[in-house]
């Protein structure tokens, strides 16, 4: 957030994948308002005990309103996890609509697997994760889902990405963030 110049008192946040609610615990006490979804029943159930901002729900559900001050949509380790992380990137783009929403995508980094673990390249991957993304997967995916990357933190075992709404699809025959 402080990379982004972004100032979290006043800042509208929504996570997607919030588990039990610690980032947006962390962003409310420092003035956010923040709304979280996760489909875990008992990690949402533990986390309400400290943040009531967080519910048991589909957030791509089309009878969940979106709010429309929204400022920043977090997804935090969720899009590895998915059977078709563009349809849902695609998706999450027909809800924004026309809002200007940054979205920060919080992922594993194929390339940074070696800082994982001082263990075998073994180590770095979990049975939970369909995908395995480095910069340019993640770029081209974004890309043909309408959505333009504005900056990329890496991490080493993990990088974060931050992302805008467009228009049209970009066609990645040289994606335009690396080039």
Known sequence: ??????ELNGLNIME???GSGGILYAMKENGATVKGYDLDLHRV???RKFLSEI???????????WPDDLN?????????????PQEFMRTIHSKIGDRRIRILIDIPNLEGACAYSPGSFLDFLQISHIWYFNPLTIERLLNQAGFRIE?????????????????????????????
């Open 151 to 179: 900056f990329v933190f890496n991490r080493g075992a993990a990088f974060t990405v931050v992302c805008e709404k467009i228009d049209e699809a970009i066609v990645n025959s040289n994606n335009a963030y690396w080039n």
């Open 55 to 65: 519910e048991t729900a589909d957030a791509m559900n089309n009878s969940l309103e």
């Open 45 to 47: 159930e533990y986390g």
């Open 1 to 6: 957030i402080e990379k982004l110049g972004l």
């Open 72 to 84: 920043l949509l977090i997804l935090s380790n969720v899009l590895e996890h998915l059977s078709d």
């Open 16 to 18: 997607i994948g919030c």
